[in-house]
């Protein structure tokens, strides 16, 4: 079977330690960007304190209250042993994951009308790569 792929970097600045931003509109653009008519968008972090997730990006507080959430649940000082004293930001970047796949049809993201992709920060603020890979097919 004939496949297209591309990847392109993205470069996202956090503001605090911990963050959320909306990478929805520069990821559609490289599918723009790409002319795949159809196929797999595959974004990925290549961090150990940093995640992927795709949520709601109409009503702010979801995010507010999904990072107080993950505080709440792996707070910041936990008598944890990893010494560079982030474990924190390891252990909900594992819970979040680093990657999110969404399909592509007719040239668009098929994200759910309340549906945004987000880069999620547990370790800020700091910059972060996104690799987002397009896949024909
Ligand atoms: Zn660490």
Known sequence: MASKTQTESL??????RSDALDITDRVEQLVRESDVSDGLCHVYVPHTTAGVF??????????TDLLGTLDNL????GGYR???GNAAAHIKSTLVG???????????????RWQGIFLA????????????????G
């Open 74 to 77: 792996v707070p910041w000082e």
């Open 82 to 84: 990893h010494a560079e």
């Open 54 to 63: 795709i949520n709601e990006n109409a009503d702010p507080d979801v995010l």
């Open 98 to 112: 680093t990657s999110q796949t969404i399909p592509i049809r007719e040239g668009r993201l098929q994200l759910g």
């Open 11 to 16: 470069t996202v600045r956090s503001r605090k």
């Open 121 to 136: 920060d547990f370790d800020g603020p700091r910059e972060r790569t996104v690799r987002v890979t397009i896949t024909a």
